[in-house]
C-alpha cells in the first residue's frame, strides 16, 4: 500500500469514511484535470492538498487579469509573464506538496490526443468551459471505462454531476445535442462570482475523492444544482435517465471522438479571443516562429508560447503544439486569417 506522511494528514486520516486506508489510495491516485481556470485551479489545489500523488493538469490558455476574482492559483506576476495556466499552476501547487507529481501539460484536448492525455488515470474531473470539450471527455469515460466528474458555473449558479461508466447517467444521457451557440449564458453574458468557482470546485474534488478511495456506493444518477445568490440547493435524480441510457453509453455511439461532430476553431469564454487548431502532425519550433514575427511587431517568448502585438489591438499567440490564440477579435474567420497569414496554414 503507498505510504503517506501521518503527521500532514492526521486530520484526514481520522475522518472515519477515509481513514489510513483511504488516505493510502489517494496517495496512489492519479487523476486528469481537464482545463485550469476558475474549477480547475479549485479541484487541483484541493487534490495536491488531500495528498493525490499524481494529478495531471491539461489546460491550452494563458491567464488574465480578468481571471485572477476566481482563479485561485494564479497571480498579478503570472499575468504579466504570460506563462501557460499549467505550468503556472504546477509551480503553486509543488510548492504547497512537494511530495506529490504534478504534471502541466499545455495543450487543447482532442480527439486526436485524448488517448494519451487521458491515458493512465483513475479519474478525470472537468474543468472545462466548453461543452465540446465536455462531450469528448464523456465519450472517452463511456468508451474506456474511466469515471469523470463534470462541473459547471455562470453567474451564482453551479451543477455537478459524476459518471460512473456502465452504472449511472452520462452526459449525454443528460444533454442529447450540444446546445446552440447562443442557447445557454455565458460568463462573458452573465458574469461569474468567484464563490460559485470555489463551491463547485470544491464539490468536484470531493467527488473524486471518493472515486479513488472506493466510496462509490450512492454516488452517480444525481445532478446537484445549486444558486448560491438565492440560497438553494437541489439534487435532481437521474435514475430514469440512467434506465433508458443513451446512444453513446449504451450503444457505443462516439461521434466527438470519431470526429463527425467538432470543430477546428473555438471563442474563448471569457474574453475576446478566438483559438485556432493545428493542422494534423502538429507542433512548432518557436524560435522559427519567434524569428519569422520579429519584423511584424512587439515580440516577447517564453518555452511554451510566442506573442506579438500587430495592429488594431490584435495579439497572436502561438504555443509550441501549433495552436494559435488571437487575441482582439471574437470573429473566427478573422482568426483564421491572421494565423494564416503569420504562422501558416
Known amino acids: 500500500m503507498q505510504s503517506f506522511d ?36 479549485v479541484v487541483s489545489m484541493a487534490l495536491v492538498r488531500a495528498g493525490v500523488g499524481h494529478v495531471r493538469i491539461i489546460d491550452r490558455d494563458v491567464p488574465e487579469l480578468s481571471n485572477l476574482p476566481r482563479q485561485v492559483l ?40 485524448i488517448d494519451e492525455l487521458l491515458g493512465g488515470v483513475d479519474a478525470i474531473v472537468d474543468g472545462t468551459d466548453n461543452f465540446e470539450a465536455r462531450f469528448i471527455i464523456n465519450e472517452f469515460s463511456c468508451r474506456e471505462g474511466v469515471p469523470w466528474v463534470h462541473g459547471g458555473a455562470i453567474g451564482a449558479e453551479g451543477r455537478v454531476l459524476t459518471v460512473l461508466p456502465g452504472r449511472t447517467a452520462c452526459l449525454r444521457c443528460l444533454i442529447p445535442d450540444p446546445p446552440a451557440p447562443g442557447a445557454l449564458p455565458t460568463c462573458d453574458a452573465a458574469g461569474i462570482i468567484g464563490p460559485a468557482a470555489l463551491v463547485v470546485g470544491a464539490v468536484e474534488a470531493a467527488e473524486a475523492i471518493k472515486l479513488l478511495t472506493g466510496a462509490t456506493d450512492g454516488m452517480g444518477n444525481r445532478l446537484l444544482a445549486c444558486d448560491l445568490w438565492e440560497g438553494v440547493w437541489r439534487l435532481i435524480d437521474l435514475t430514469v435517465l440512467a434506465e433508458h441510457g443513451c446512444p453513446t453509453c449504451r450503444a457505443g455511439d462516439f461521434p466527438w471522438l470519431e470526429g463527425r461532430m467538432g470543430g477546428h476553431t473555438v471563442v474563448l469564454c471569457g474574453r475576446d479571443a478566438v483559438q485556432v ?24 517568448s517564453n518555452p511554451w508560447i510566442v506573442r506579438v502585438d500587430l495592429d488594431d489591438g ?9 495552436r494559435a490564440i488571437v ?19
Open 6 to 41: 501521518p503527521d500532514r494528514y492526521s486530520r484526514q486520516v481520522r475522518f472515519a469514511p477515509l481513514g489510513a486506508a483511504g488516505q493510502a489510495r489517494l496517495a496512489a491516485g492519479r487523476v486528469a484535470v481537464v482545463g485550469c481556470g476558475a474549477l480547475g485551479s
Open 314 to 322: 490584435i495579439q497572436l499567440s502561438v504555443f509550441a503544439d501549433g
Open 74 to 113: 494564479f497571480d498579478e506576476a503570472d499575468v504579466a509573464a504570460g506563462i501557460p495556466k499549467a505550468a503556472a499552476a504546477a509551480r503553486h501547487l509543488e510548492r504547497i506538496n512537494s511530495a506529490a507529481r504534478v504534471e502541466p501539460v499545455i495543450a487543447d484536448l482532442t480527439p486526436r490526443n
Open 277 to 300: 487548431a493545428p493542422p494534423a502532425g502538429g507542433g512548432v519550433d518557436l524560435a522559427v516562429i519567434a524569428e519569422r514575427l520579429a519584423g511584424v511587431g512587439t515580440v516577447s
Open 327 to 345: 487575441s482582439g477579435t471574437r470573429e473566427e474567420s478573422k482568426a483564421r486569417a491572421i494565423v494564416a497569414r503569420y504562422v501558416g496554414a
